[in-house]
């Protein structure tokens, strides 16, 4: 039973297909153990001047083994991204949606997004593994290999047919976001009684996580707006993608290798909303949004939007549908089954390169939430 629960609250993470600038390796030696006399003791001092490996040596290590998992449903990009820096074989360890292969090690450097599975792996609450401080992380953003995950978008149709439709949910939404993050514990209770998908304690946990990815961006840099599409961080995102991502169809392969922001993005939405007064003439009152995965903090900004009338205020009555299974929130969107979605840029820069016809509004997350997760005690020299 144990194993099930760690199993269904991981793999709300990874399909979310997604931080906090957590905790790296160090370099500096532990001061060796001494006796009585204070001298060292021979046994003592070669336990304790053990070195803990810099970030590039897990990484070479790992590889070597073949031991760098992922779940290959979208941010493995980044982990090629990551490999190919350190002029290593573009190939990874298929990973599944618990931590059991971490546990096991038979993956050593895991996949793990900084809101769901690392929250398992150090923590001691339902479904946790309970590993604490004997683990370290290599985190995508500071290894310049991020690359951007949620993102609210809807088709340019849509956009261009109900402007003020659209400036009325981001106004609202991002003054849900807004308020999650000032006050995540609570959000995290709003989300619990949607009807959460994990326990309460480690919705907790998420909420606290997801707050960094919202109010920080790659470089660990306070946001100053939030829902901004930063220029610098959509082109990495991009760029990344364009040489990592591999369509079999040469049409959209060309389409993706031709493609600009102004392609996947428009701006004007957010400028618009910047000094407004919050009042809207919206074209559509009955709206939904499409989410990746179940309720969760993950999207804690719409549910707690929802819950304090921010939408109703808009005059908007929005719902809320929950993803997973075989729901594809870019499809769902493009065939018009709602109206706006939740997905990650390089979903929808594929999507479009496939001949979808949809457009972001509104970046939500500012950096990637992905970490490779290790066991101190895996990489010591």
């Known amino acids: 039973m144990r194993k099930g629960i760690r199993k269904f609250a991981a793999i709300t993470g990874s399909l979310a297909l997604i931080g906090a600038s957590l905790a790296g390796c160090g370099k500096s030696e532990k001061t060796p153990a001494t006796s009585d006399t204070g001298v060292s003791t021979p046994a003592e001092s070669k336990d304790e001047q053990k070195t803990q490996m810099t970030s590039e040596e897990i990484i070479k290590a790992a ?55 690392y929250g398992l792996v150090i923590n001691d609450y339902d479904g946790g593994y309970k590993y604490g401080d004997t683990v370290g992380t290599i985190d995508m953003n500071d290894e310049g290999v991020a690359m951007l995950e949620d993102m609210i978008f809807c088709t340019k149709d849509f956009a261009k047919n109900n402007p003020e439709t659209v400036k009325a949910f981001l106004y609202a939404s991002l003054k849900g976001w807004a308020d999650a993050c000032a006050d995540p514990e609570e959000a995290a209770e709003i989300c619990f009684e949607a009807g959460s998908s994990v326990s309460a304690d480690h919705q907790k946990f998420m909420a606290s996580e997801v707050k960094k990815l919202v109010s920080t961006d790659m470089k660990g840099n306070k946001v100053s707006e939030l829902g901004n599409m930063d220029e610098e961080a959509m082109k990495q995102t991009l760029d990344i993608a364009k040489q990592y991502v591999k369509l079999d169809d040469s049409a959209a392969a060309d389409k993706l290798a031709n493609m600009t922001l102004d392609d996947i993005r428009d701006t004007s939405f957010m400028e618009a909303i910047k000094d407004c007064d919050g009042k809207f003439n919206v074209e559509k009152s009955k709206v939904s949004i499409q989410l990746k995965w179940l309720p969760d903090a993950q999207f804690m900004g719409y549910y707690v939007a929802k819950a304090k009338g921010y939408y109703d205020e ?68």
């Not at 719902?319 to 870019?330: M, Q, R, W």
């Not at 979903?347 to 970490?371: H, P």
């Open 314 to 381: 808009v005059g908007l009555d929005v719902e809320i549908v929950s993803g997973g299974g075989d729901i594809s929130e870019t499809t769902a969107v493009n065939n018009g089954t709602v109206d706006f979605g939740v997905t990650w840029v390089t979903n929808l820069a594929v999507a479009n390169a496939g001949g979808m016809n949809l457009v972001e509004v509104s970046q939500i997350f500012q950096r990637s939430g992905l970490l490779l997760v290790y066991k101190l005690a895996n990489f010591t020299k």
């Open 63 to 117: 590889a070597a083994e073949g031991k760098v998992g992922n779940w290959g449903l979208g941010n493995e990009y980044e982990i090629l991204a990551l490999l190919a820096k350190y002029g290593l074989p573009t190939s990874y360890l298929s990973q599944d949606f618990t931590m059991d292969g971490f546990d096991d090690d038979s993956i050593t450097l895991a996949s793990a997004m900084t809101y769901n599975e």
